[in-house]
């Protein structure tokens, strides 16, 4: 019996050594990871641009009183190219520099001359445009130099070239020079009789004085006036100092609306019946 009872237990044993291990379950596969959504591109905002609505037909206010004009159309022409939309910011010229570098808005597109002292504020574009500036006085009067109009009253435009001229050339030969706030307000008081002329840009004064009935009996006299020190080179669009991105979008945009034919049409919409390509040199 013991030697029976021996027998069956190593008969366990064996069988107990011989039986295979099951393999534990595999663990279920973690499920594929769903793709991540690119962050969408940051919305670009309005570009914010300064424009002194005085200057017709540069940048003035249409009978609705929207701005419209040259400048304005060139602004939304660029605005275009660079994929955002213009807002138009109303600002006194002598203010507009001032008004950039404080953040109020992004560009000024107004007629600004690229200068050297604008240069030491203010950053520009390549010219958008180039047109000389004139003298105008009333018919009759004799001008062959600034001392031939002694005593006369020249209004002009505060912060301006043509005010850096008159007080350059003209107040030290004895013309009596004053500044406005806006080339509106010259016009104005030449039309009361309270100056005898002004010094202004050639297209601005033609479009914006001397074609209308108050500008019949003024007409310009003297050559044109080009002077770098005085004048600069150019109408550009001044950024704050730094901009670099943009200024580099803006002249892009700048060569693409001229050579894709946006400027011309521009140009002739204002400028046609005068036979001038404001462009310039």
Same mark, same amino acid.
């Given at each position: 019996m013991k030697k029976l009872l021996l027998a069956l237990a190593a008969t366990s044993v064996l069988a107990a050594c011989g039986k295979k291990e099951e393999a534990a379950p595999a663990a279920p596969?973690?499920?594929? =990871?769903?793709?991540?959504?690119?962050a969408?591109?940051?919305? *670009?905002?309005?570009?914010?641009?300064? @424009?002194?609505p005085t200057y017709e037909p540069f940048t003035f206010k249409s009978a609705?009183?929207?701005? $419209?004009?040259? %400048?304005? #159309?060139?602004?939304?022409?660029?605005?275009?190219?660079?994929?955002?939309?213009?807002?138009?910011?109303?600002?006194?010229? %002598?203010?507009? @520099?001032?008004?950039l570098n404080a953040k109020k808005?992004?560009?000024? @597109? =107004?007629?600004? =001359?690229? $200068?050297? %002292?604008?240069?030491?504020?203010?950053?520009f574009t390549d010219k958008y445009y180039n047109t000389p500036s004139r003298i105008v006085l009333k018919k009759g009067v004799k001008f062959t130099d600034a001392a031939s109009i002694k005593g006369k009253k020249i209004g002009v435009l505060k912060g301006s070239t043509q005010e850096k001229y008159a007080m350059?050339?003209?107040?030290?030969?004895? *013309?009596? *020079?004053? =500044?406005?706030?806006?080339?509106?307000? *010259?016009?104005? #008081?030449?039309?009361s009789g309270r100056l005898d002329g002004t010094v202004a840009d050639y297209m601005e004064v033609t479009g914006g004085f001397l074609s209308k009935p108050e500008g019949a009996k003024y007409e310009l006299v003297g050559p044109d006036l080009k002077m770098p020190q005085y004048f600069g080179y150019g109408?550009? @669009?001044?950024?704050?100092k730094g901009e670099d991105k943009l200024k580099g979008e803006l002249n892009e945009a700048i060569k693409a609306i001229r050579a894709n034919g946006t400027y011309k049409t521009l140009n002739d919409k204002y400028f046609a019946k005068y036979n001038i390509d404001v462009y310039g040199e």
């Open positions: 596969a973690a499920p594929a =990871s769903a793709p991540v959504a690119a969408p591109a940051p919305e *670009v905002g309005p570009l914010k641009v300064a @424009i002194d609705d009183g929207q701005p $419209t004009g040259f %400048d304005v #159309d060139v602004a939304n022409a660029l605005c275009e190219q660079i994929k955002r939309k213009c807002e138009f910011v109303e600002q006194v010229w %002598d203010s507009m @520099i001032p008004g808005y992004d560009v000024i @597109i =107004s007629s600004m =001359s690229i $200068t050297d %002292d604008r240069m030491k504020e203010v950053d350059g050339d003209l107040k030290p030969a004895g *013309v009596i *020079v004053n =500044s406005y706030e806006a080339q509106d307000q *010259v016009y104005l #008081d030449i039309k109408a550009g @669009i001044a950024l704050r």
